[in-house]
Structure formats: C-alpha cells, structure tokens
C-alpha cells in the first residue's frame, strides 16, 4: 500500500481505503484497496473498492456522504472523489494526464459504480493535478475540493459533487517548496465556538529530514481562499515516515488522521516480502496554542486501549538512568507501548535494543532543544543509503516536563512527546525483535510515571 484514501465513517463503520497495487509489491497500476472497522483498531480487509478503467489507473483522493443527495446518486450515498492518472497520455508528454473523477456507492461501501460522465474535473494544463479532498461548506453551502496542483493548492467549488468550479490558489512563497505537494487535507477546528483552519500538504521531497513529509498551516478558510495566521512552515510529523496521510469525513467533531508509514526514498526497496507499506495507527488531531502560536497536537486514539495490556506502572516514583526495562517487566512483547514523563532540562535517551546489538534511540537533548531519533544502528539499512539517518525535531513546548509516548511495534517507533506536539514516526528492520528497553539521562534525569503496555494483535 502508499497512501490512505476515501477515508469516510458512516452507519457505524470506518472505511479506509489505500493505494494498492494487488499483483506486486512495489509500486504499479493502482486501485484502491479496502478496509473497515468500527473501532480504528481492528481492522478487516474488503475486496478492492476501485479499479483502473479506460480513463486510468485510480490515484489518491477521498470519500463523502452526499446526505442530501446534492449529485442525485442517493439519500446518504458514499461518493469516492479520486484521481485518474492515465499512463497513456502520460507518453505523450502532453502533462494532461491526471484528471478528477468519481465513483458512487449505495450499499455501504460495498460496491462502486464509476459515474458515466467522468472526468468531472478535466485537466486545464497542470502536470501534476491530483489527490482531491472533499468536504461540504456548511456556510456557503457548497462542497469544497482541496487539489494539489504543482507545488500549489488549488481550491474547487461545487453544488453537486459533478461541476467543479476554481475558487483560489495556496502555496506561492509560502511554505516548503523542496518538491511536489501532494495529498492536502483542509481541516475545520472548532475554538470556542471560533473556527480555526488546518491546511495538510504533503511534499515529496523536501521533507525536514529527508525525503517525504507533511507540512501544515493554520489559518483561516473564508469558503472561498484560505489565509494562513502566519507564514512560518510546521510539520505534523518529524519523523521519516509517516507521508500523504488526511483525515476522515463524516466523523462528527473528531479529526482521526492515518498516515502511510513510509517515505518515497526507499519505499520501493525495503526489506520486505510478503507486504510492502502500512498505515501508521489512526490519530486524534487537535489545535493547541503555544506562546500565542497555533499547533496541530497528534495523539494515538483512544480506542488503542482495546488492545493494550498494563505490564507494569511505576508511578510517582523515579527510575533510575540506564535501567533496563527487561530487568523489571522481563523481556519485552514485540509490541508494546511504553509512557513516561521526563525532565526537560536534561538530555534523556530512550534505547530498544534487542540480543543482537541492534538499537534504535529516541531521545532529547536539552541544550538545543531537540528530540531526535537514531536508526543507524536499528538492523538492516542496506537496501538504501538513504535510510540509515539520526533524525530531529525542535521542541515546541516551554512545560518543564516532557510527556513522552512510543509506540513500538516489530518494524516502527511511532514517538508523541508533549501530547503530540512534535511526532516522530520512523520504521526499522531489526533482525530480531527489540525486546529491551534502556532509559538513559543525564545526571538528575528523572523518569516518572512509567508505564509499559503490551499491544495485542489488531488482527481479529
Ligand atoms: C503520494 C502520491 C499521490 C498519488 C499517489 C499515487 O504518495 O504520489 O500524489 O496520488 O501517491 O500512488
């Protein structure tokens, strides 16, 4: 799989649809993949949702529910809004290659219907044109898509879901330009009442450790252009994999965000057989206020709790530096999640290791300010030397302690620190499992409120 696509919660079911190319795994003729759950966490794999036709092959995009039957397919039916990318026309080298479309579902999601009058957002000369994420504006009572144009964001407007019409253009002078945005989500929050707006734009690359990342503004979204509150670049996650994620439609007033846990560096080649790409766990995004600045906040979803078992608390009590997990819990689950609070005005390290020498570091350093992760040494990296990469993040917020927690899983450290002000999500090829853990600091580093949980197997 790459991206997450159609992401869309209705009659009690979350759908998740991906980029996916069912005959290989490496990159090719996509389709969209399937999946559903109804609690983020298990999750069962569906026959695939679309497939290539003559237009193309089926690029990213997203899902709605037409409720009030706006494009007259149905009360309350699902309606994916997608790229076609067509490899034909890609040889000619004309750029007129990719085009918006959509498909139709009235029974859940089960089975798409293509509309006969695709494309219903031609290309107008736009080399890259691509990834539509569509919402309904409740103000202007409209439907809103959000396209990634070059290395722009392209806003559509539409009664109908059929007839597209260009509002404004995001992007020039503003923001990282290191390569091609891609996969942008526009997102509402609501501040007291006050809408505040989030505009997600993956670019590839140009990411701030290498390679793919996704970058984010905060601002205002007037139905029409959207105004960024200030013109610095943030990024929803350090780490180097974690790309071309959105959230979900329909899901009431919350903004669940899955992103693909990988990077186009090496995507193609990591040392994996029998399936190639994941999605990260689904997150809850929320704003928050640093120092009069707004932030985007990521934290894994509550309903992880299904599947996560207490091993062992040490709470209110300080452990102490170079401890070795192993030694307390024994060794460690292949999956597990480990939470801590840390003081952060010193250095601490936070080591998995496993019985063949093999470590990955998260950690931070209170000189500079800086989390940071270290895979040099995590196991297999000779498949690209693009991968093996000590990787780090400015600390956003100014708290005295630093709320710290990993999610390890055999092949990625998924790393929230400040309730998810600065992400790191970053995968690993270990020969062997991680099974300890060594808690490192500076002198007078204190580690409290220590948890270790297992995770059990999201697979039913
Ligand atoms: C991002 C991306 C999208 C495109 C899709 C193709 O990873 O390049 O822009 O729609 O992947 O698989």
């Known amino acids: 799989m790459n991206d997450p696509n159609g992401m869309v919660y209705h009659n009690g079911t979350y759908h998740l649809f991906f980029q996916h190319n069912p005959d290989s ?25 679309l497939y290539p036709d003559s237009l193309g092959t089926i690029f990213s995009g997203s899902a709605v529910v037409d409720k009030n039957n706006t494009a007259g397919f149905g009360n309350d039916a699902l309606i994916a809004i997608f790229t076609h990318h067509n490899h034909t026309i890609e040889r ?45 504006h409740e103000e202007t009572n409209q439907w809103i898509m959000t396209l990634a144009t070059k290395q722009t964001i392209t806003f559509y407007a539409s009664p109908n879901l059929k007839e597209w019409e260009k509002l404004s253009e995001f992007g020039v002078g503003i923001g990282a330009h290191g390569g091609v945005w891609e996969c942008p989500d526009l997102i509402r929050f609501d501040h007291n009442g006050e809408n505040v707006w989030v505009l997600l734009v993956s670019i590839n690359p140009g990411g701030p450790n290498g390679g793919s990342a996704t970058q984010y503004f905060v601002g205002d979204f007037d139905g029409t252009a ?20 959105v959230t979900w439609s329909n899901a009431d007033d919350r903004r669940i965000f899955i992103g693909w846990m990988n990077n186009w560096d090496y995507a193609n080649v990591v040392p994996t057989k029998t399936w190639r790409g994941a ?36 709470p209110q009590q300080v452990v102490r530096s170079n401890a070795s997990l192993k030694s307390i819990t024994g060794s460690l689950p292949a999956t597990y999640r480990l939470d801590f609070t840390a003081r952060a ?14 470590w ?21 990296h000779s498949f690209s030397d693009r991968f093996a990469s000590i990787d780090s993040a400015s600390r956003i917020d100014t708290a005295d302690y630093i709320e710290v927690s990993l999610l390890v899983d055999v092949a990625s450290l998924e790393a929230f620190a400040d309730g998810g002000l600065v992400v790191m ?36």
């Open 425 to 460: 999500t970053e995968t690993f090829f270990p020969t062997t499992d991680f099974n300890d853990v060594v808690l490192q600091g500076e002198t007078d580093q204190v580690f409290t409120d220590l948890r270790i949980s297992r995770m059990t197997s999201i697979w039913k």
């Open 279 to 314: 999605a990260t766990v689904a997150r809850d995004l929320t704003i928050r206020q640093i120092e009069g600045n707004w932030y985007v906040a990521s934290k894994p979803v509550a309903e992880l709790g299904a599947i996560t078992e207490l091993l062992h608390e040490v």
């Open 226 to 245: 959207f105004t960024p509150y200030t013109t610095d670049t943030k990024w929803l996650d350090y780490g180097r994999d974690n790309y071309a994620g």
């Open 92 to 136: 000619e080298k004309t750029g007129l290659h990719q085009y918006q479309s959509i498909a139709y579902s009235t029974d859940n999601g089960k089975t798409w219907a293509k509309y006969a009058g695709n494309p219903v957002l031609p290309n107008p000369g736009i080399q890259d044109f691509r990834d539509p994420k569509v919402m309904w």
């Open 25 to 49: 795994t490496v990159w090719g003729p996509m389709h969209w993949g399937h999946a559903t759950s109804t609690d983020l966490v298990h999750w069962e794999e569906q026959p695939i949702g």
């Open 360 to 380: 990955a570091d998260f950690g931070y350093r209170a000189t500079d300010r800086q989390f940071f992760v270290d895979r040099t040494s995590s196991g297999d």
């Open 345 to 358: 005005d010193r250095d601490f390290t936070v080591r998995l290791k496993n019985d063949n020498k093999e």
